[in-house]
């Protein structure tokens, strides 16, 4: 029950010290977007500008697909909800918040290496490729890991 309660707020602070750390990165990310698309991107708000003209000109797509979602997505809960809710191993949630998240340490803070965890956030600062470097690293390192092997997280 607690870590039902205390993944919410731990994904909250770190989706908001990506926003705000990540402004620089998300630029850079826009920019190189546009480059590969050709779709001239300069800020957040020509995102939303976007988005907001393909659901005014596809807006029947995005009704269908609701109707088709909702059904499926009730039916999945009632039939496989038991197999939903199954235990996953901490090993698979730290690949996965070092894959996307482990510029700013989210893995090292979710297996309890706080102090590994700040360090990661101080090399962030100081300089950013590196810590991506470092993060991609441990991704790899806890993909040819075994269960037993890995570290367990401290709760």
Do not use: C
Not at 74 to 97: E, Y
Not at 100 to 116: D, N
Not at 117 to 144: A, C, K, W
């Amino acid at each position: 029950m607690l870590q039902k309660i205390i993944l919410p707020i731990i994904v909250f602070l770190v989706v908001l010290a990506a926003l705000t750390f990540g402004e620089s990165i998300g630029h850079e990310m826009l920019q190189w977007l546009s480059y590969l698309t050709g779709i001239a991107i300069h800020n957040f708000s020509d995102v939303y500008y976007t988005l907001r003209y393909y659901a005014s000109a596809h807006m029947w797509k995005i009704i269908v697909a609701l109707v088709i979602t909702v059904p499926i997505s009730l039916w999945l809960i009632r039939n496989k909800g038991r197999d939903l809710v199954r235990h996953t191993s901490q090993r698979k949630i730290a690949i996965v918040l070092a894959l996307f998240l482990g510029w700013l340490g989210a893995h090292r803070f979710y297996l309890g290496q706080i102090g590994w965890g700040v360090v990661y956030l101080v090399l962030f600062y100081v300089f950013t490729p590196l810590v991506v470097v470092l993060s991609l690293i441990d991704v790899v390192r806890y993909l040819f890991m075994s269960d037993e092997e890995f570290p367990p997280a401290k709760v």
